[in-house]
């Protein structure tokens, strides 16, 4: 069974930093790039950061210019991102994913259960 669980979430005052962990199992880890989502109150899931498999671990983002970079540990099976200076408008959930690849398009194979992140202002 494919299981991927995220740790880390919680209220942090604006500026703030968090530490997103998703634990991936069942599944070949190198052989499939991670992804992070959110989906904020009343708005649709949106995707944050992508790293892939294999030996170069490219990594993407989208609307976070540059704020929650990603790592993968592979001996741990485990994804990090690192959120910083966290904003009110990021406040969400968040979702790890892992899929094919990070292209748009690509599918998303198995989804996390999703963890609450708050930003206070």
């Known amino acids: 069974e494919v299981q991927l669980g995220e740790s880390g979430g919680g209220l942090v005052q604006a500026g703030g930093s968090l530490r997103l962990s998703c634990v991936v199992s069942?599944?070949?880890?190198?052989?499939?790039?991670i992804g992070w989502f959110r989906q904020a109150p009343g708005k649709g899931r949106e995707g944050v950061s992508c790293?892939?498999?294999?030996?170069?671990?490219?990594y993407h983002e989208a609307y976070v210019k540059g704020r929650f970079p990603n790592s993968r540990d592979s001996a741990k099976n485990t994804v990090y991102m690192q959120m910083t200076n966290l904003e009110f408008e990021d406040t969400a959930v968040y979702y790890c994913?892992?899929?094919?690849?990070?292209?748009?398009?690509?599918?998303?194979?198995?989804w996390g259960q999703g963890i609450q992140v708050t930003g206070s202002s």
């Open positions: 790293v892939e498999g294999g030996p170069e671990m490219k």
């Open positions: 069942g599944l070949t880890f190198d052989d499939y790039a």
């Open positions: 994913a892992a899929g094919p690849g990070c292209r748009v398009g690509a599918g998303i194979d198995y």
